[in-house]
């Protein structure tokens, strides 16, 4: 059995004070969870922040994006072994907006997740399909795509910490989600492409999340798939309460 996990994706929201009184309201409201694992990603400049407001909590926190490079000229990045030392434990890579708005590429997705993994993080790499994928019958091509190019050159145990999240790109900020049929048809996808790049015993154990408007009147639902892990959440984590309805579904 895998333990779900669900991820706060809080985007490019929240100065420190507004993270530590997010943290300061949400911890009193999921102090008895312990069914799932939690992790927050704030924005770089909030990681200390929250790692140190979240001490003493099983809590975790991560990065939303990382570089490939250890260290060097190159204005703007944050690598893996940086966002260790402020007490990061996982990372996303890959996320669809990072993707349409910023360049990334599948080949970048791979040299960060190699990247993360070298350091001790998890990543936490995101795959979907666009509407126009969707409806022209290709989603099925465009995951094995993404998967079968991030999961490159990563082999057996050293793909253990991976952690896959499912995110049609239609359904994120749009308040349209996948129908939990729909995820459990993608995430068998996602399992498959795994086992043939790491192996059957890594595939197995995989978490792969859901991501693409999860709120709390659709979290049971959808969790309640047994090929759904755990969910990756955007605007509905940007609330306490809403955000602890979710961990709590
Ligand atoms: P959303 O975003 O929950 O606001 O749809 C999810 C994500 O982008 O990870």
């Known amino acids: 059995m895998r333990k779900k996990l669900i991820v706060?994706?809080?985007?490019?929201?929240?100065?420190?004070?507004?993270?530590?009184?997010?943290?300061?309201?949400?911890?009193?409201?999921?102090?008895?969870?312990?069914?799932?694992?939690?992790?927050?990603?704030?924005?770089?400049?909030?990681?200390?922040?929250v790692v140190d407001a979240l001490r003493g909590s099983a809590i975790g926190a991560g990065g939303q994006?990382?570089?490939?490079?250890?260290?060097?000229?190159?204005?703007?990045?944050?690598?893996?072994?940086?966002?260790?030392?402020?007490?990061c434990s996982h990372v996303i890579i890959g996320h669809?907006?990072?993707?349409?708005?910023?360049?990334?590429?599948?080949?970048?997705?791979?040299?960060?997740?190699?990247?993360?993994?070298?350091?001790?993080?998890?990543p936490i790499v995101c795959v979907g399909e666009v509407l126009a994928e969707r409806e022209a019958g290709l989603?099925?091509?465009?995951?094995?795509?993404?998967?079968?190019i991030a999961f490159r050159e990563?082999?057996?145990?050293?793909?253990?910490?991976?952690?896959?999240?499912?995110?049609?790109?239609?359904?994120?900020?749009?308040?349209?989600?996948?129908?939990?049929?729909?995820?459990?048809?993608?995430h068998g996808v996602i399992r498959a492409e795994a086992a043939k790049a790491c192996g059957e015993e890594v595939a197995q154990n995989l978490r792969i999340l859901y991501g693409g408007s999860v709120k709390p009147e659709n979290a049971a639902s959808l969790m309640d798939q047994s090929e759904i892990d755990g969910a990756l959440v955007g605007g509905a984590s940007l609330d306490p309460q809403s955000f602890a309805a979710i961990v709590k579904y």
């Open 8 to 49: 706060a994706n809080w985007k490019m929201y929240k100065t420190p004070d507004e993270a530590r009184a997010y943290i300061a309201a949400f911890l009193p409201l999921v102090k008895e969870h312990n069914r799932g694992d939690i992790v927050l990603c704030p924005n770089f400049v909030c990681i200390p922040t």
């Open 65 to 87: 994006d990382l570089s490939w490079e250890k260290e060097g000229p190159y204005t703007g990045e944050v690598s893996a072994h940086m966002l260790r030392a402020v007490g």
């Open 96 to 122: 669809s907006e990072r993707r349409q708005l910023f360049g990334e590429t599948d080949d970048g997705v791979n040299r960060k997740v190699k990247a993360a993994l070298a350091a001790g993080l998890q």
């Open 139 to 148: 989603t099925e091509d465009v995951l094995r795509r993404q998967c079968g």
């Open 154 to 186: 990563i082999g057996g145990d050293d793909a253990a910490p991976l952690i896959m999240a499912y995110e049609p790109v239609w359904a994120i900020g749009t308040g349209k989600n996948a129908t939990p049929e729909m995820a459990a048809e993608a």
